[in-house]
């Protein structure tokens, strides 16, 4: 989502005639990539496979439980607190 929106920027700036920051956005990307591996680095490993699994595997959500040997709804429930967890991790190190 991040880089979406910083493409659509990127081409409102490039269609309104303004020059466009390529250098200061790929600093930015790679900001934000050391952050999000940060917060996932210091996510418990129940958290850190099934967010793994699920958003960089990209595997369902029936497959995340079949490899961790959950049900569904463990799954869905586990899924939805390791995305608050990164969440305030990744916040929490944006804000540093």
């Known amino acids: 989502l991040v880089d979406h ?24 990307v790679r900001l934000d990539q050391l952050v999000a591996q940060a917060a996932l680095a ?24 079949a490899c961790l040997g959950r049900t569904e709804g463990a799954t869905e429930v586990l899924l939805v607190r390791a995305k608050a967890a990164f969440r305030a991790r990744y916040e929490d190190g944006m804000a540093s």
């Open 5 to 28: 929106w910083r493409r659509q920027g990127r081409e409102q700036e490039r269609g309104s005639g303004q020059p466009a920051v390529d250098a200061v956005d790929e600093w930015d």
């Open 42 to 65: 210091d996510l418990g490993p129940h958290h850190r496979s099934a967010l793994t699994l699920r958003y960089l595997d990209g595997l369902p959500v029936r497959e995340v439980a």
